[in-house]
């Protein structure tokens, strides 16, 4: 088992740039895929990046594509997701997820990862 804390939402205008953190209670989390999603009020939980256990892999959403980074600072069993020129449309509560099967490729389904954080608000103001 592993729990997940987000950190680091807030309000901000367009364009600015905000940095998220995902902090694992369990060092065992070094070895799981994790992922950020996010939900809009009204809407579907949508998929934002992944990370394979190692690093060495990514995916983004083509709508975060060239402006959003994931990373992993595995010292510290944290994730981060760098969001830059952020939109009106980024507005969303943004999750952490994560799943211990390491082996499988990153997929942007969240029936895919098995733990979940409580969320962080981001809203972005024209």
């Known amino acids: 088992q592993v729990q997940l804390v987000e950190s680091g939402g807030g309000l901000v205008q367009a364009g600015a740039s905000l940095r998220l953190s995902c902090a694992a209670s369990?060092?065992?989390?070094?070895?799981?895929?994790m992922a950020w999603f996010r939900q809009a009020p009204g809407t579907e939980r949508e998929f934002v990046a992944a990370?394979?256990?190692?690093?060495?892999?990514?995916l983004y959403a083509d709508s975060v594509k060239g402006r959003f980074t994931i990373s992993r600072d595995f010292a510290m069993h944290t994730v981060h997701l760098q969001m830059n020129t952020l939109k009106v449309d980024d507005t969303a509560v943004y999750y952490c997820?994560?799943?211990?099967?390491?082996?499988?490729?990153?997929?942007?389904?969240?029936?895919?990862?098995?733990?979940w954080g409580q969320g962080t608000q981001v809203t972005v103001s024209s």
């Open positions: 997820a994560a799943d211990r099967r390491s082996w499988r490729s990153l997929d942007s389904n969240p029936e895919e990862y098995a733990y």
């Open positions: 369990s060092h065992t989390s070094s070895t799981y895929r």
């Open positions: 990370m394979s256990w190692n690093g060495g892999s990514t």
